[in-house]
């Protein structure tokens, strides 16, 4: 009887568990531009890309057009963004459109600096970036893909130099963790070399030769230089170099870690590389001309400018980076400077980062002419940093508005302070237009915060939204709050806030960047709590998200109840705590019952479908975003960093019965996901995820291994788990002692949804 029992209940399953527990969800979402977004007379042309702070810019042709489109990788979140070079019907010219269907085409953990350079004279840019080991090199190959697309394959992760001393060898080149060098031919061999400032401190310049036999497609070197340049930084001022057999006064150790940034780049026409240069914590670009040859350069003291260019000196305030690349469509290679930090410290405007000099000369001697402060940026929607976007009617004209709190300047030269950007819809319900009201919606930025987070949310249940927001002061940036302002005014009417007197949500936790979700989830008609938190003091122990109930009692500011202090169990994939954890929740789906979304610092988007039937460790799913162009389903991957923070809000926006899912930035920004429905639904149904389950019987133990990671769940005869494995690993050993002895089900999920399930008998 046992045999014909478990074939029941195998065959059950599905309906003891959520649709997502077994098989992917028949949706996906899609980057999608869902509104148009207006700043004065200008309507944004990539509003939704999403912000960048600190972008390194490459060429590329990302489509097989032979038209050099351009990469970029923010190297505050490590994210990639990819823009085509398009016609311009307006003009009859050609524009840069934001692409993000490429952006899966680049590796998702790359960090620190990101060059794309043609080491193997195929036409095919390969990619070089900081290896595994601080300062090391990787790179990538570019291999032809389908459609003229580039496909990369790793080829080495360290790049190393021959050192022929007697204790030498084949020794890695190391750039240090903070610079960034330059891979560039040097010495006009055609073969690609290596400069980059000295990793102990910054002072020389070491330049590793290229001594590849085979011409191009090599990538053997040795040092040839330890003082590149005959030049040395000597650390007492910004600007400050000797040249020659001088040395530098006093001390050459910096005392902190510093960080230089290199072009090598021909200025004067000579044929020879000259140099533009910077170091962090300065904001002057440097120019040193080579005096020298190509093969052996020398720069001086006669060569040196620290106002380049002339016209209009480079003064960013912090670590300025030059890159080279023709970036106005007249075929010479423009200028685009750019802070080439980690964190900002309120010391850039970020959202006029982005200076692009247009060289303007048609002979061999570039002539940069200014053109503008915020390239690309002033396309997008971007309120400096940390954004977070709500939505709702807040002018009392029907019409959804988009709020979005964020921290930036209000104004010129002045400190950086969170404040509330108010989008008026002045468009309609079904095609929203939202045009820029103000940057200080309700004067927040008088109160000096340095987050602001807000949520629009009926608390009281009388039919008009009410603020909520989570904030916390910059004079003790330690302690945060939960707070709301009850709407006074009518449905009618703008929306009415007393920000002088906000009420705070008592007994909840502390600490900056806690989050609130209001949605809810026991049905009984009040909105209950999911908070997103880092915190797990003593006093509020617990897990990343908590389930806050509303018992509906007074006063408001306590009656959000703790139920459950590690809610869906959400772990990382290995097996750890996310950090800067924050969720939404809607019908996402179209099923009828509402989802749940997640966002953490790895910046990656996990959905758990139909969570309210779930318990004990949820199940989800990442590869939600269907790529058109690809014609495959990945994960939405926004860049992965310990000090990331996104927020997460949907928004029935377009009126179409389907909410859109938006995510805002830690540059700044908002990305916009739409709902593409009914497309895995017609795919061939996945095939069973192979696993091995041994020994079985078990009396103690049992191993579990599968072909790629996955997550375990031990369910009874009924359905219900009674064992989670919440750690992705594809080999497992469950511990069965304290299971009562009987016939149980191993269900193992892979990160893609594909699951396998095998029976378990314990004696």
Known sequence: MRQPLFSLILLGLATLLPAAALAQSPFGLEYRAVAKVVHGTETLSNAWAGGFNAPQFSAIDLNGDSQQDLYVFDRQTRRSFTYL????????????????????????????????????????????????????IRVYHNVAGAGGRPTFQQISDELEYFDPSPSGGLTNINTGGYNTPAIEDVNGDGRLDITTFNFINSSTIYYFLNTSTTGCGGLAFRQASREWGEVKSCHSSCTSFVFGSDDCRGILQPTHTEGGNLLPIDLDGDGDKDLLTSRDNCAELVRLTNAG??????????????????AMPVRLPNFPAAYSLDLTFDGRPDLVVTPNVYDNQDSIDTRHSTWLYQNTSPTAVPS???????????DMLDVSEKAAPAFGDVTGDGLKDMLIGGVSRAAPEGSYRASLWLYQNVGTAREPI???????????????????????????RDGVLDLAYSAFALRNSSYNFLAYCLNTATSTQPAAFNTAAPALLENVPARPYDTPCFTDIDGDGYVDMLLSTNTNSSDFPGQALRYYRNTGSQPLSRAFVLVNNDFGRIRTATDERPNNLTAAVADVDGDARPDLVTIDELGRLHFFADFRSQSGLFLDRADLLYNSTLSRYEAVELGSRIENLYTLTTADVDNDGKPELFVGTQTGGVVALGIRAAVLATQPAASALPMSVFPNPATSTATIETPRPTRLTVLDVLGRPVRTEAGASARHTLDVRGLAAGIYLVRAEAADGQSGVRRLVVQ
């Open 85 to 136: 070079s398009v016609a311009d019907a307006a003009t009859g010219g050609r524009q840069w459109h934001y692409a993000p269907e490429y952006q899966s085409l680049f590796p998702a953990d790359m960090t620190n600096w990101v060059q794309l350079r043609d080491y193997d004279c195929d036409g095919r840019p390969d990619i070089f970036t900081m290896g595994t080991i601080s300062g090391s």
């Open 368 to 378: 940069f002419a200014f053109r503008q402060d915020d390239f690309l940026q002033k």
């Open 434 to 460: 939202f045009r820029l009201v103000t940057n200080n919606y309700l004067n927040l930025a008088a109160k000096k915060y340095g987050s602001l987070r807000p949520v629009l949310v009926d608390l009281n």
């Open 293 to 310: 040859t190509l093969a052996t350069a020398r720069f001086t003291v006669a060569g040196q400018s620290n106002s380049f260019p002339a």
